[in-house]
């Protein structure tokens, strides 16, 4: 539904002097400073995770594409940290919500976006590393080369960021309400969407051509990728190979099925659905609580970073007692 006291377009409903207001957790007064503390702690404890990970990949001489990709995960989830979650802090702080400027509302929406985008299409890359494991693994060292996989990442980034841009030039160039109150901790897309001024379903258009372009044409590759995986593991007569393949996708599907999850649940819904204060609190898990759970299962369930782990922390050990 269009806002109220919505004003038509003119230079001050985009001016790019305009400011927001995030509203943030305005309503949870009594559970701010509990709130601040658990998520601060588990911010630190998210990028101590994924810096740990990063860095044992970096460490290691020879680096298998699983290894590869789960470094560059590893760096999208702590840019993606960086980009929410400090300014979600500061909402607990502030208790009449805190600013940000048009041009800063718009770069963090487009670093959000990307960076979601771009680690849909990672899990795409991995779910095909899988797929050869398992399915072609007499040519999967020849075709799951270094420069392939360099390239895969390069794809991954670019798709994300360009579709990223895309959305986020479309949103912002839509007439905003007079009051530019965000009911949200972050500029989310369904969010900053509410504030805009018309009554037509054409300001949905970008968001669910994004939707298609960054969640359901991803997921369809990574489904086709396990079905033709289930296929193959049919064929395997022996219990031992069957249970070693699909112990090695495990990790993978835990945490294709959080992020494709939420994303789900926050951008494809009917509008009618739309209530601030729960896509407050999916988001919230969304942004916090899965980006510490990847570097938890890949640590818990990836056998090669469990020997990276390993050596990093034995060279550590070594080092100390020289």
Do not use: W
Not at 92 to 105: Q, R, Y
Not at 133 to 151: D, F, K, N
Not at 252 to 277: D, M, Q
Not at 296 to 307: A, H, P, T, V, W
Request: proline share 4%; charged share 15%; hydrophobic share 50%.
């Amino acid at each position: 539904m269009p806002c109220e006291s919505c004003m038509e377009r003119d230079n001050k409903s985009t001016d790019a002097t305009m400011e927001f207001l995030l509203l943030g957790f305005s309503e949870l007064l009594c559970l701010r400073v509990l709130l601040f503390l658990i998520f601060l702690i588990v911010h630190l404890v998210t990028l101590a995770g994924n810096v740990m990970i990063f860095m044992a990949v970096v460490m290691e001489t020879s680096r298998p594409p699983m290894l590869f990709f789960l470094c560059q995960l590893s760096v999208i989830e702590l840019c993606y940290t960086l980009v929410i979650v400090p300014k979600a802090l500061l909402s607990l702080i502030v208790v009449e919500g805190n600013t940000i400027s048009f041009i800063g509302c718009a770069a963090q929406m487009y670093l959000f976006v990307a960076l979601g985008g771009a680690e849909c299409f990672l899990l795409v890359a991995m779910s095909y590393d899988r797929y050869m494991a398992i399915c072609q693994p007499l040519h999967y060292v020849a075709v799951m080369s270094e420069g392939l996989c360099l390239r895969l990442a390069m794809a991954c980034c670019l798709g994300g960021f360009a579709v990223a841009l895309g959305l986020t030039v479309a949103v912002f160039r839509l007439p905003f309400c007079q009051s530019h109150r965000i009911n949200h901790f972050f500029c989310d897309v369904p969010a900053v969407l509410h504030l805009a001024c018309t009554q037509s379903y054409t300001r949905e258009l970008p968001l669910l051509a994004a939707c298609v372009l960054l969640l359901l044409l991803p997921f369809l590759l990574i489904l086709t990728s396990y079905v033709c995986i289930a296929a193959a593991l049919i064929h395997v007569t022996s219990s031992v190979g069957r249970c070693k393949a699909i112990s090695t996708c495990i990790s993978h599907l835990a945490i294709t099925l959080l992020h494709y999850g939420c994303a789900t649940f926050i951008y494809i819904r009917p509008k009618a659905s739309y209530s601030p204060a729960r896509d407050k609190m999916v988001s919230l898990v969304y942004t916090n609580i899965t980006p510490l759970l990847y570097p938890l299962i890949y640590s818990l369930r990836n056998k090669e970073i469990r020997g990276v782990l390993r050596k990093m922390f034995r060279r550590k050990k070594i080092a100390q007692l020289n």
